[in-house]
């Protein structure tokens, strides 16, 4: 210890990286109740919904199904589906006997959760349950993690301030209301065209559209809203309730395949054993239903919480206030891709096993 | 719904892509990499196998040798011990051999002193006998009956313990 | 008078909801993982199926808070 803290080196990082917690304690939002906050930025504008990433108000309108717009998350999506193919293109282009890095390294992901399934399911279904498991965890991480990389959510369009009024006001007519302008807040971003970067200054460069409003048509300042470019996949829940929806939906065709239609239909219309067994069977029914909703909650839930918690770390503490978090949100990420990804073969596996042979 | 969200066409393109990738990873990464595991999963055990029968057939083989190295000691040291009796027989025939020649030079020794001794005795009886005669011609002065006086001499040298047992 | 406060008596809610539909899976979790330490403790070497068992486990448990987070979620945006 006395040797490490002696090392030049050491003595500079760790100097450096004191003044690193002691200007972000100071200049973020903590410091700006105290009357730092020299170097803070405005909160990030937190929306539950996937913002579409065009100005354009729609691409194609195609009719039953509604205006198809292109948003974050699907492109964040598609890049993790790109990084997912490219990564396995490299690992299996020379299959070798004895593999290389990156053969290995997939190997040995692999090997965990064929190992899993065959605990879990059997030799036999396991290897039928395999790919779905398999793509659902390095969907689900690949997409979680790739969402802390640093452009997630800090770089996007520039959606100007009347534009900002302009939709609060259309969603106010529409439910028969007058658009609350002071409700609705601007941030002040620096530099000119369609780009925004997520303001690093002051922390109180806020104004609501009421104040824009009041403003001389010179004198105001580009302010607006950032709509990021990329947003990590799973805090859409389209993405999470489809991920849901095609696991249950393959739980249950295994269930019918492996048992039979009416086997399998019948563990939830109970007719033969008397009206408590129905009743049951028809609570598990529901409660298959209650898994999709918690399937699609619970990563939702996960993630966007974890952004959350990054957006208002790096708001109160800036520069260093999020690098503890980083950490945790790799680990949830993972975790929450592990449980994805068992759940469905737990599922599986319960719902492909015949009642009769368990001797009741 | 709209509030948080959910809408069709993003859950239709969520369900899309997940199953585009789920093809994606099926044909390049599940079924290559599967198939290469598998076939070295195979080809370890098959070596195992190979391992277990080669230890076998290896265990066999010191056993036999074992065996033939100690048939082949039992055969030498029977060789060894014949060799050995061989040379015992041979040792004492030779032996008896040269004790038979040294017996007989011996003998041939003894006889050979015995005739000299037997010729010596002989000749100097012949000398004592003339000599007795001269003297007692002396003593006598007269010459006597030569004849006589011989046969008496020879009988009394038969008579005495040194110059007799003529053989 | 309620009319004019609905916002708050809505923010109010859910966080009353989410609040307390996270404390039972929260102490539920807490048991889980005690028990589980005590099993890995009692056994080292059944670690792995443990470890498999708790995970799934707290899954089942945090699902209640999920459908405390989706009340809650519902009382903000849809209610």
């Known amino acids: ?62 009719p039953f199904f509604g205006d198809f717009r292109i948003t974050n998350t699907m492109v964040a999506a598609w890049s993790a589906i790109v990084v997912l193919a490219v990564i396995s293109w490299l690992g299996t282009r020379r299959l070798k006997e004895v593999p290389g890095r990156l053969q290995g390294a997939l190997e040995a992901v692999m090997e965990v959760f064929l190992n899993a399934c065959e605990t879990v399911a059997g030799p036999e279904r396991g290897r039928r349950f395999f790919p779905l498991v398999m793509t659902i965890f390095l969907f689900v991480v690949a ?83 950032l709509v990021p470019f990329f947003r990590s996949a799973n805090t859409d829940i389209n993405m999470t309730l489809g991920l849901a929806l095609v696991a249950m939906v393959m739980v249950h065709y295994w269930g019918v395949s492996v048992l039979g239609l009416f086997t399998h239909v019948g563990k939830y219309f109970n007719f033969r054993e008397g009206p408590i067994m129905l009743f049951v069977g028809l609570l598990e029914g529901l409660s298959e239903i209650a898994r999709v909703i918690s399937f699609t909650f619970r990563l939702f839930g996960n993630i966007f919480a974890g952004e959350v918690l990054l957006i208002v770390m790096a708001f109160l503490v800036p520069l260093v206030g999020i690098v503890p978090f980083l950490g945790l949100e790799l680990f949830v990420g993972l975790v929450q891709a592990f449980i994805f990804a068992m759940l469905t073969l737990v599922f599986a596996a319960t719902a492909t096993i015949h009642h009769d042979s368990e001797g009741h | 719904m709209e509030a948080l969200g959910i809408n069709l066409p993003g859950l239709v393109t969520a369900i899309v ?151 | 008078m309620i009319e004019g406060n609905i916002e708050v008596i809505k923010t109010i809610a859910a966080g009353l909801a989410i609040g307390l539909g996270a404390l039972g899976p929260g102490l539920g979790i807490g048991l889980l993982a005690a028990k589980a330490m005590e099993s890995l403790g009692r056994n080292p070497e059944a670690a792995r199926p443990i470890q498999l068992n708790m995970i799934i486990a707290i899954a089942f448990t945090e699902a209640i808070a999920i459908y405390a987070l989706v009340v809650a979620v519902i009382i903000i945006f849809l209610g």
């Open chain 1, 1 to 62: 210890m006395g040797r490490l803290l002696s090392s030049p080196k050491v003595l500079l990082i760790g100097a450096a990286a004191l003044a690193l917690i002691i200007a972000g304690l100071a200049g973020g939002a903590l410091g700006g109740a105290f009357g730092g906050g020299f170097i803070g930025a405005p909160i990030a504008h937190i929306q539950l919904a996937a913002e579409p990433i065009t100005a354009s108000p729609q691409i194609a309108d195609i």
């Open chain 1, 143 to 225: 997409a979680n993690w790739m969402g802390i990389l640093p452009g997630f959510g800090t770089i996007g369009r520039f959606e100007s301030a009347e534009e900002v009024i302009h939709h609060a006001e259309e969603k106010a007519e529409k439910d028969g209301e007058h658009a609350d302008l002071d409700n609705v807040k601007l941030a002040v971003f620096d530099g000119d065209g369609f780009l925004a970067v997520q303001p690093f200054g002051s922390v109180n460069e806020e104004i609501t559209g009421a104040e824009y409003e009041e403003m001389e048509e010179g004198a105001r300042p580009r302010a607006g809203l």
């Open chain 2, 17 to 167: 892509s997940f199953t585009a990738l789920y093809l994606i990873l099926h044909f390049l990464l599940y079924k290559p990499l599967l198939n290469v595991m598998d076939q070295r999963s195979a080809k370890i055990k098959e070596s195992l196998e190979t391992a277990q029968t080669a230890r076998e057939e290896a265990q066999r083989s010191r056993e036999e040798m074992e065996k033939q190295v100690g048939a082949a000691r039992a055969e030498g040291q029977a060789m060894i011990a014949q060799a050995r009796e061989v040379a015992e027989r041979f040792r004492e025939e030779e032996l008896a051999k040269a004790r038979q020649e040294i017996e007989a030079q011996r003998a041939r020794a003894a006889a050979d002193i015995r005739r000299e001794k037997a010729a010596a005795i002989e000749e100097l009886r012949g000398q004592f006998a003339g000599l007795a005669i001269t003297a007692a011609e002396r003593v006598v002065g007269e010459s006597v009956d030569e004849a006589s006086h011989r046969r008496l001499i020879e009988e009394v040298l038969d008579e005495s313990a040194i110059l007799g047992g003529r053989s």
